[in-house]
């Protein structure tokens, strides 16, 4: 008992002291009885602890804190304060008058609790945001297993709950109409009220309204009971009658209001609306009324109702009647009727129609139209036009779009001066502005000022109404009463006084008369603005305060603002480390931004002078409202010695520097706008904005940034970045400085390293560009602000620097400043790209959260200064070229995104032309993950006992789900992370289908990746196995399952021995998943972040990886990703080390296991080998010489000269590298790996050497070089000493296996446990028609000594072609050989010439370079198909030769022929094959530089043609030799026969070559890898040239008889010259030929003028064994 007394006077002490001191208290007490420490601290109640000036009494609220060392202690505590009487009495002014103990925070177990003490619970938002450890009830819970982040402890237990009514509109969609009968039976037989949950009844449903198609027309009709509002018909189309207004049918479902409402029985009201003596009858909308029996209206004109009520009926007055004429019995009287509705209200409209013509005679009708309207028009019985007119005209104008206002109408003031107007101003308003206005009213009809009551003008006076204002004159003898004011009600006409003559002149009467134009006065507003300040310097600070202090108010800037007062209010900046923002003299921070701001002063008041940071809303320092102190500062303040006024003395020096921080200061001023005279007519007064576009109203004051620039030159070293925070409240007159953002492109690959604002290479780079934009600027662009540049980041795609500078007007002229500053940068080694500069803002094209599939519309706004056609890019790339996944508008402003996925994620450009450079808009679109909704097996079975099933549901992070059965959403339990469990009882036996959906993401439950089902039934049957989440099962069945706590994905189960059993695990880690998932939108700037984030996360869960193979693929996938993303930048040393880090982990040894799994299946999708595809790519953008270390990994990027060699310093490995010669310092990048032995399949390019004795016995490495490198030696430790017959291989990417072409093994003599390999890589030509590399150094001899002497023999024929032409053109049929001949060797030399530059670059590069190779790939493919085409036309002028003797066609049409298919078809061949594949750079092959075989199969673009060719050649020398074999026969008399048949033999041994025939041993190469085959191939086709100077020139007779020394030549060719009956020709092959055809036809011809246009088509081949794609 003594120690609760001491707790108890302790407890009471810490309160007292808190109240009577306003300190805090920390009291430590040592209870020696109960051996506890308790330690007290206290925080109070934000809202009560405000001081007041009143003596009211303040009620304090304070929370004390204990912290207790024993449990006991607790229950010690709780009975000294259960013992307090209450209330305890501190001082005479200050008492207790409550003590509770809320809250009890401790460890239970393994969890830390915090329970409520007696009447105290946790509120609502604390139960959710914490796992509770008590139920939930009425929203509040008590007890939480947390203790709150925000210091918040237990409430007193609220009041009751209210109780609310709410009425909810439930739109449902069915497929067919009997599901409508189905759900209106269902709401009419449900039984209400109806308990959805403890707190939650419907006590009333209701089927409204039903939509849907009436054959072809979509009506919405009410149910029962119900009818359309009276708006809603009047709105819509009526598709049944009306009643009462109302109507129970319209033709649209309105896009807004209330549907179908309940129709209200008025015969329910009392007192009747029909009144006494009556009876209602309720009809849809409206009432009937009816007068009883013996009861008629008061009036029967007028319907029933209560004020014209039914009453007795009075006895009719009869005539006496005739006596010839009988009485007719009366009929008895009928009761009145008559049906009335409820009193509808009278509205008033007003609308605006828009109407487009295209020709203007169109608008002239309407006018006229309009102008003979009779009004008022009656549209229907309750709608009548009471005024309709025309009032604005827009269209083009010769080239100005102009908006003209109507006669009697004008535009108002706000819009005359938002655009530029076309005619003058009156009154401050126009008639005519060069714009549309987008928003805002149109041209208003001008209200005649003269037709007021009373006069405008006052008395004696004239009005007379003018556009926007009105003209006062005094009517004759009157004058104004002040002449120098305008005549107005204020200022009016007064009879003029009869003014003093001279005797000698009589006076001559005379009027006078004064005319003014007056303008409706102007209203007065007043402003506050407050504009921010950025300063280089704080001497500018201390400038800018002494200028304002000494500033003489009110100030006037123009005649229509006043400054009243301007004031320095905030001052923010650096202080040493620490940002601060201190308030200037006689200001402070208000309260709630002192407490939710770190404060650096003491507080005053509940207020304070500085806090660590500027707000990024609500108000600055606020200035203090008085500053007053006691008359008499001995005495107590009270009513008998008031505050007076402090009269404060500005100080004439501010604070020392040292003791503020960097600034950003804020003045405030305020300015009314009264002007000091009236302005004239032509001078609207209205409060503006400096940007003339944006006028103000009062409502709503403007805001503007100004940066300050003193008469005092900015020092030239800048240290700290400076802020100013201004407020003024009306504009100033001067033109507010404008920041401009811009943008520039550099010709470099981006750098990751330019993310990071703190690097150096981000600081060199932003120096120099804000150099050279500052200089150029400020000398060379009219209205720049100097040293107003500043860059903000740098971004991908290139290097494109963001910047903004600030200007005195958006229209500026950056032609020549650009110039120069792309000089500067030039000069420092910085090129820019073409057309780098546009002016670029970050813009809203859309808002919100963008998921998969659905429509995405982006809106680009054209601003006033960019008038020119708008084009969008998406990611850098025209949307417009691909119409299946975008539309663009007609006017291009909305770019449409029909079904979004991921990959459209980036960034979406929209570019306006102006007069100097680009407006680019831009936004960054993510399009989110789209979730993976995991429930395991779709339909599962369990036993039907009553027994609990657990339904689990797994989602990516981000989203939540929630199970659903029968559209009612069902009670679920956190399973792990974002997974839930549903436990559900299987009572009813029956089949069940649950839901799981997206939660809190109503509209995209229309796409299927936003849902998955799960089918539950039932079985009495037997199983083998069971369980409560996997059902039941026979033996080998399986199921699949849900990945544990901590994985996401699915386990599949096999039933065995009565157990599931797992047999096969696809789980991969969380973190991992949640980054696998990023990866899929990761941009290039994001790279650094993400592959720390992704090394820190393999770290920390190695152990879980490395047993984990669908982590570990996940992992691979990741790398491969980013590997391709790097292809876009550069990759520095911190990114490739947490790469390698990453890599390090998945290839330890421990994971051999988990590797021998991934790489079974299909040997095209091993994850080992996009490891180490990923690991040549990432290498190959790396940037730097570094050295990275690794467990199992080395990694040397270096800088060599001449040779190198480099020895492997990871453990248990002497692996040495050897580069005996290097032609040229370069760079090369070397990662030595001796753990990827058990990654890597061991399979060869056959896919045959799966064995198990064939194992990687060393290390792996992986070479880079910059440059070609003909000989490289490798020196490895041997693993395993038991094996034999060892081979040196490569990676071949493209045949998928190791390869040891061009590698050989060298033992070492000395050291059996070593092995050497060298390899040599080299360059054939059979890759012209093969997609295989055969590298072999024989083949690459043969293939440049046959080149060679193809290209000279092909300089040879054509100077002896130039040498003969004159001599051999003297026929068609010489002439069109020749021609063929000269083209053919041009299109081969060129062709070869080609090669051989690109078989240089091949050497050089590897893998080869896209942009150095495609045009020698362009070029070589289009000359080579001209050989062929050539060779073709040559064949064929044969064949028509040959077939069509009696035929002749001209020179002039056989030329045309033959130019336009032999260049024409090569020409669109080779285009159409470089747009089909340059796109995905698929264009050329990454071995060599020709076309691309593994991707693209662009490669097939000269196979299928140039084999065509081939085949077309054989079947004309088919023909040819048929022909010769026909005169064969029927000669067989003559003694020559035989020589007939040798000269057939000699024909077909020419032909062959000239034809092309030779190229038909391609087909070998394409299908073999033979070496045999590739030889024979390159050498028969290497020397086409050389056949071509043979057989096509030097056998030619005339060609010989030209040449200087033509008789060695014949007697070269004697044994081939035939005495025929057409004299002597010249029998080179093909003379022959034509000689014996024209005797089998007995045409006497000469011979030599038709020797063979053929013998010049001889074509080689080259193999280009390197080129293989």
């Known amino acids: 008992m003594e120690s609760e007394g001491k707790i108890l006077k302790y407890l009471l002490g810490v309160i007292m002291a808190i109240l009577l001191n306003h300190l805090c208290v920390v009291e430590t007490l040592n209870f020696s009885e109960i051996n506890m420490d308790l330690q007290f601290s206290y925080t109070d109640e934000p809202v009560h602890h405000i001081r007041r000036r009143s003596a009211d009494p303040v009620e304090y609220i304070i929370f004390v804190e204990m912290n207790v060392s024993e449990t006991v202690a607790i229950n010690k505590i709780r009975s000294s304060v259960t013992a307090v009487t209450l209330p305890v009495q501190v001082d005479n002014s200050t008492e207790i008058t409550s003590l509770n103990i809320s809250t009890v925070c401790s460890l239970n177990e393994t969890q830390y609790q915090c329970k409520c003490e007696g009447q105290f619970v946790w509120p609502n938002d604390t139960c959710h945001s914490y796992e509770v450890c008590h139920d939930v009830t009425d929203g509040s819970c008590t007890c939480i297993n947390a203790l709150p982040t925000d210091g918040q402890f237990c409430q007193v237990l609220p009041l009751p709950l209210s109780k609310y009514e709410y009425e909810t509109e439930i739109d449902v969609s069915v497929f067919d109409l009997l599901l409508v009968n189905y759900l209106r039976n269902l709401v009419r037989n449900v039984s209400l009220s109806f308990t959805l949950s403890n707190n939650i009844n419907i006590t009333d449903i209701d089927l409204t309204t039903v939509c849907g198609l009436n054959e072809t027309v979509y009506e919405c009709k009410c149910e029962e009971h119900h009818v359309w509002p009276n708006d809603t018909c009047r709105a819509y189309q009526v598709c049944d009658g009306?009643?009462?207004?109302?109507?129970?049918?319209?033709?649209?479902l309105p896009s807004q209001g209330s549907l179908c409402q309940r129709d209200i029985d008025e015969c329910l009201f009392s007192p009747s609306v029909c009144g006494p003596n009556s009876t209602c009858t309720n009809e849809m909308g409206s009432y009937n009324c009816l007068c009883s029996d013996g009861f008629t209206a008061t009036n029967s004109n007028l319907p029933i109702s209560i004020n014209n009520t039914c009453r007795a009926s009075t006895p009719s007055t009869t005539t006496p009647q005739t006596p010839s004429t009988p009485q007719t019995p009366s009929t008895p009287q009928t009761p009145s009727t008559t049906k009335a509705t409820a009193p509808l209200s009278e509205f008033e409209f007003e609308t605006e129609i828009d109407l487009s013509f295209l020709d203007l005679f169109l608008v002239k009708n309407l006018r006229n139209l309009i102008g003979n309207t009779r009004l008022p028009l009656t549209l229907s019985n309750s709608i009548n036009i009471k005024d309709i007119d025309m009032t604005t005209v827009c269209g083009l104008n010769e080239t100005v779009y102009e908006c003209k206002c109507e006669e009697h109408h004008s535009w108002p003031n706000d819009t005359c001066r938002t655009y530029h107007v076309c005619d003058g101003s009156v009154g401050g308003t126009c008639g005519c502005i060069q714009a549309l206005p987008s928003e805002g009213p149109l041209c208003q009809r001008d209200i005649n000022e003269c037709l007021f009551s009373p006069s405008v003008c006052g008395p004696n006076s004239t009005c007379t109404n003018e556009m926007g204002s009105y003209n006062c004159s005094c009517s004759g003898g009157f004058t104004a009463t002040n002449s120098n004011l305008p005549i107005s009600i204020n200022n009016t006409c007064t009879a003029s006084t009869p003014s003093a003559s001279t005797p000698s002149t009589p006076q001559t009467p005379s009027t006078r008369t004064t005319t003014t134009t007056t303008t409706a006065p102007l209203s007065e507003f007043e402003f506050e603005t407050e504009i921010d300040l950025s300063f280089l310097d704080l001497f500018l600070v201390d400038y800018l305060r002494n200028l304002i202090r000494n500033l003489i108010l009110p100030f006037t800037p123009i005649n229509s603002i006043n400054i009243k007062d301007i004031d320095m209010t905030t001052v923010c900046g650096l202080n040493e480390t620490v940002y601060e923002c201190k308030c200037e003299e006689h200001h402070s921070w208000p309260n709630d931004t002192c407490r939710a701001y770190q404060v650096c002063d003491g507080s005053v008041g509940d207020t304070c002078g500085c806090i660590q940071a500027l707000p990024s809303e609500g108000s600055l320092c606020q200035r203090d409202e008085c500053v007053f102190t006691a008359t008499n500062s001995?005495?107590?303040?009270?009513?008998?010695?008031?505050?007076?006024?402090?009269?404060?003395?500005?100080?004439?020096?501010?604070?020392?520097?040292?003791?503020?921080?960097?600034?950003?200061?804020?003045?405030?001023?305020?300015?009314?706008?009264?002007?000091?005279?009236?302005?004239?007519?032509?001078?609207?007064?209205?409060?503006?904005?400096?940007?003339?576009?944006?006028?103000i109203t009062p409502s709503q004051p403007p805001s503007s940034t100004t940066p300050l620039t003193p008469s005092t030159p900015t020092p030239s070293s800048t240290t700290r970045k400076t802020t100013i925070t201004a407020a003024s409240s009306a504009p100033t007159a001067s033109s507010a400085p404008t920041v401009v953002s811009m943008s520039?492109?550099?010709?470099?690959?981006?750098?990751?390293?330019?993310?990071?604002?703190?690097?150096?290479?981000?600081?060199?780079?932003?120096?120099?560009?804000?150099?050279?934009?500052?200089?150029?600027?400020?000398?060379?662009?009219?209205?720049?602000?100097?040293?107003?540049?500043?860059?903000?980041?740098?971004?991908?795609?290139?290097?494109?620097?963001d910047y903004t500078i600030r200007a005195t007007s958006s229209n500026l002229d950056f032609t020549a400043a650009n110039t120069a500053v792309s000089d500067s940068l030039k000069a420092q080694g910085i090129i820019l790209a073409e057309d780098a500069f546009a002016r670029s803002?970050?813009?809203?094209?859309?808002?919100?959260?963008?998921?998969?599939?659905?429509?995405?519309?982006?809106?680009?706004?054209?601003?006033?200064?960019?008038?020119?056609?708008?084009?969008?890019?998406?990611?850098?790339?025209?949307?417009?070229?691909?119409?299946?996944?975008?539309?663009?508008?007609?006017?291009?402003?909305?770019?449409?995104?029909?079904?979004?996925s991921e990959s459209d994620s980036g960034r979406y450009s929209c570019i306006i032309q102006t007069n100097t450079i680009p407006y680019i808009q831009w936004q960054s679109i993510i399009i989110k993950q789209r979730p993976t909704i995991i429930v395991g097996d779709k339909y599962r079975v369990f036993p039907c006992d009553g027994s609990t099933v657990q339904l689990r549901c797994s989602v990516d992070a981000g989203y939540n789900v929630e199970w659903v059965l029968n559209d009612a959403v069902q009670t679920s339990v956190p399973a792990s992370g974002s997974d839930i469990m549903l436990n559900y009882t299987t009572k009813s036996c029956k089949e069940e289908t649950f839901t799981c959906r997206l939660k809190g993401l109503p509209t995209l439950l229309e796409y299927s990746y936003s849902w998955s089902r799960v089918t539950v039934n039932t079985s009495t049957e037997n199983y083998d196995c069971a369980n409560a989440e996997l059902g039941i099962g026979k033996t080998d069945q399986e199921k699949t399952g849900i990945c544990g706590s901590g994985f996401k994905g699915t386990i599949t189960y096999s039933c065995k021995s009565h157990v599931w059993t797992p047999i096969q695990d696809n789980c991969i880690l969380d973190v991992i998943f949640e980054l696998k998932n990023i990866v899929e939108t990761l941009l290039v700037v994001e790279i650094p972040e993400f592959m720390a984030n992704l090394s820190s996360a393999t770290a920390q869960n190695n152990v879980n990886i490395t047993q984990s193979p669908a982590t570990v693929q996940a992992i691979v996938d990741i790398l491969f990703k980013i590997a391709n993303l790097s292809q876009d930048t550069v990759i520095n040393k911190p990114v490739m080390e947490n790469f390698l880090i990453t890599v390090n982990i998945i290839v330890s040894v421990n994971v051999s296991d988990t590797w021998k799994q991934l790489n079974k299946g299909n040997t095209t999708e091993n994850t080992s080998i996009r490891l180490l595809d990923a690991i040549e790519k990432i290498s190959d953008r790396l940037k730097d010489e570094f050295a990275i270390n690794e467990t199992s990994i080395q990694l040397n990027r270096i800088a060599i000269e001449n040779s190198f060699s480099i020895t492997s310093t990871?453990?248990?490995?002497?692996?040495?590298?050897?580069?005996?010669?290097?032609?040229?310092?370069?760079?090369?990048?070397?990662?030595?790996?001796?753990?990827?032995?058990?990654?890597?399949?061991?399979?060869?390019?056959?896919?045959?050497?799966?064995?198990?004795?064939?194992?990687?016995?060393?290390?792996?490495?992986?070479?880079?070089?910059?440059?070609?490198?003909?000989?490289?030696?490798?020196?490895?430790?041997?693993?395993?000493?038991?094996?034999?017959?060892?081979?040196?291989?490569?990676?071949?990417?493209?045949?998928?296996?190791?390869?040891?072409?061009?590698?050989?093994?060298?033992?070492?003599?000395?050291?059996?446990?070593?092995?050497?390999?060298?390899?040599?890589?080299?360059t054939s030509f059979s890759i012209l028609m093969s997609p295989f590399s055969i590298d072999n150094i024989a083949l690459a001899y043969i293939t440049y000594i046959g080149v060679a002497i193809s290209m000279a023999s092909l300089v040879i024929c054509l100077i002896i072609e130039a040498i003969v032409w004159k001599s051999v053109r003297r026929n068609d049929t010489s002439y069109m050989r020749h021609v063929t001949i000269v083209n053919i060797a041009v299109s081969l030399l060129i062709a070869n010439i080609c090669f051989i530059i690109g078989a240089a670059i091949t050497d050089q590069e590897q893998p080869t370079s896209v942009g150095r190779c495609s045009p020698a790939v362009f070029f070589m493919h289009f000359f080579y198909l001209a050989l062929f085409f050539w060779m073709l036309i040559s064949a064929l002028f044969l064949f028509y030769r040959t077939v069509m003797v009696l035929s002749q066609m001209s020179r002039a049409k056989m030329m045309a022929i033959a130019f336009i298919v032999s260049y024409g078809a090569p020409l669109l061949i080779a285009v159409i094959t470089v747009a089909s594949t340059a796109g995905p750079q698929n264009y050329v092959s990454k071995q060599a530089c020709w076309l691309n075989w593994d991707e693209s199969k662009a490669l097939l673009a000269f196979v299928i043609p140039a084999l065509t060719i081939v085949a077309i050649n054989l079947v004309v020398l088919i023909v040819v030799l048929y022909k010769m074999l026909r005169r064969g026969v029927g000669a067989t008399t003559q003694p020559d026969e035989k020589h007939a048949l040798v000269v057939i033999f000699r024909c077909v041994a020419i032909l062959t070559p000239i034809f092309g025939l030779t190229w038909g041993f391609g087909i070998g190469t394409m299908v073999s890898r033979n070496l045999g085959v590739h030889v024979v191939f390159t050498i028969i086709n290497s020397l086409q040239g050389f056949f071509i100077l043979v057989f096509?020139?030097?056998?030619?007779?005339?060609?010989?008889?030209?040449?200087?020394?033509?008789?060695s030549l014949q007697k070269l060719s004697s044994n081939h010259t035939k005495s025929t009956s057409a004299g002597s020709s010249s029998t080179s092959g093909l003379g022959t030929f034509f000689q014996r055809m024209r005797q089998r036809n007995v045409y006497n011809v000469s011979a030599a003028?038709?020797?063979?246009?053929?013998?010049?088509?001889?074509?080689?081949?080259?193999?280009y064994a390197i080129m293989n794609t």
């Open 242 to 252: 009306s009643v009462g207004g109302t109507c129970g049918c319209i033709q649209a």
């Open 634 to 695: 001995d005495l107590t303040i009270s009513i008998n010695n008031a505050c007076t006024v402090t009269t404060v003395t500005p100080s004439t020096a501010p604070p020392p520097i040292s003791s503020r921080p960097t600034p950003t200061t804020t003045p405030s001023s305020t300015t009314p706008t009264t002007p000091s005279q009236p302005p004239s007519s032509t001078t609207p007064l209205t409060p503006t904005t400096p940007s003339s576009s944006t006028p």
């Open 744 to 801: 520039l492109t550099i010709n470099q690959p981006f750098d990751t390293s330019l993310t990071d604002s703190n690097s150096a290479n981000y600081k060199d780079l932003s120096g120099k560009i804000i150099k050279a934009l500052d200089a150029s600027y400020s000398k060379q662009l009219i209205g720049y602000t100097p040293g107003s540049t500043e860059v903000r980041d740098f971004r991908p795609g290139s290097v494109i620097a």
């Open 841 to 900: 803002e970050q813009k809203d094209f859309t808002t919100g959260n963008f998921y998969p599939l659905q429509k995405l519309d982006l809106n680009c706004i054209q601003p006033d200064f960019a008038t020119g056609p708008i084009k969008w890019t998406v990611n850098n790339k025209d949307p417009a070229l691909d119409n299946t996944r975008y539309t663009i508008s007609n006017n291009s402003s909305t770019l449409t995104v029909k079904n979004t």
């Open 1210 to 1322: 990871l453990p248990n490995s002497t692996t040495e590298i050897v580069i005996p010669q290097v032609p040229n310092v370069t760079i090369v990048t070397i990662i030595i790996f001796t753990t990827l032995d058990n990654v890597l399949p061991t399979r060869d390019t056959n896919n045959d050497s799966r064995k198990s004795d064939v194992l990687i016995n060393g290390d792996v490495v992986v070479v880079k070089v910059n440059q070609t490198i003909n000989n490289i030696s490798f020196a490895f430790d041997i693993t395993n000493q038991s094996l034999r017959n060892p081979q040196c291989v490569f990676w071949n990417f493209n045949l998928d296996g190791w390869d040891s072409t061009g590698c050989e093994v060298k033992p070492l003599a000395n050291q059996t446990s070593k092995i050497t390999c060298e390899c040599n890589h080299t």
């Open 1592 to 1607: 096509g020139t030097l056998l030619d007779n005339k060609v010989r008889e030209s040449l200087p020394g033509k008789l």
């Open 1649 to 1663: 003028n038709l020797s063979s246009p053929v013998t010049s088509s001889n074509s080689s081949n080259d193999s």
